[in-house]
């Protein structure tokens, strides 16, 4: 009876790192999972971020594409009397007539901060 009592010892000795290693992963697992789920929230965010910001390459400067600057490229499809298309639809030569279009029409806030700028700068 000793000799089946030390056998068990034995193999639980011999026994605990293995199941000890084996339990460790699966912890493991939920750390990887929760890192990946946030790098992929993350990359999540910067694409959608990155996709309302639109490049004007005939100014070299970004653009934000929020509601004002919509609500601009409307005004200018009314303007030029067009149907409307998204942007992203647009020829390239009809989004270089937007965006010079568009550097002729700034946002109002944009022309009192460019006022008040200009003027700070003579005081």
Not at 3 to 23: E, N
Request: cysteine-free.
């Amino acid at each position: 009876m000793q000799r089946y009592i030390a056998s068990l010892v034995l193999v639980g000795a011999l026994a605990a790192p293995v199941i000890t290693k084996a339990a460790a992963p699966q912890e493991d697992r939920h750390e990887d999972h929760d890192r990946d789920r946030d790098r992929d929230r993350d990359h999540d965010r910067d694409r959608d971020r990155d996709r309302d910001r639109v490049y004007d390459q005939y100014h070299k400067d970004y653009h934000n594409w929020d509601a004002r600057e919509n609500q601009a490229y409307r005004n200018w499809y009314k303007e030029n009397h067009r149907e409307y298309r998204e942007y992203s639809g647009l020829t390239p030569e009809q989004q270089r007539e937007y965006w010079n279009w568009r550097h002729n029409h700034p946002d109002r806030d944009d022309r009192d901060r460019d006022r008040d700028h200009d003027r700070d700068d003579r005081h």
